[in-house]
């Protein structure tokens, strides 16, 4: 499986993003799909996840209300929107597939992540 992620770049204070990420496999309708960030110095952390129907989402504390996750099953895309961004928002974005199919419980951690994107850089100025 491989994860090609695209977007993101400099913004503003406020000011608006959308990363998003292609998986290779047809499969990709059946793997619950999650963001991480990592920020220099910072470990990677979570940031949004939706599983593989889609029909529901979980956030960090951090961007619940700014973010918004989604996935287009018939594209094999997931896109995060950013929204309302903040410098400490900036970090490399990253996109990760599910370890297993079908899981409905949403994970927050890397650990449970089988397959990862090569990261997009999102930078925020004050």
């Known amino acids: 499986v491989q994860l090609q992620a695209s977007g993101g770049g400099l913004v503003q204070t406020g000011g608006s993003l959308r990363v998003s990420c292609v998986f290779s496999?047809?499969?990709?309708?059946?793997?619950?799909m999650a963001w991480f960030r990592q920020a220099p110095g910072k470990e990677r952390e979570f940031v949004a996840a939706?599983?593989?129907?889609?029909?529901?989402?979980f956030y960090s504390t951090s961007v619940r209300g700014r973010f918004t996750i989604s996935r287009d099953n018939a594209k094999n895309l997931v896109t995060l929107y950013m929204n309302g961004l903040k410098p400490e928002d900036t970090a490399v974005y990253y996109c990760?597939?599910?370890?297993?199919?079908?899981?409905?419980?949403?994970?927050?951690?890397?650990?449970?992540?089988?397959?990862w994107g090569q990261g997009t850089l999102v930078t925020v100025s004050s």
């Open positions: 496999e047809h499969t990709f309708s059946t793997y619950g």
């Open positions: 939706i599983p593989w129907n889609g029909d529901n989402s």
């Open positions: 990760a597939a599910d370890k297993s199919p079908y899981r409905t419980v949403l994970r927050t951690n890397p650990a449970d992540y089988g397959s």
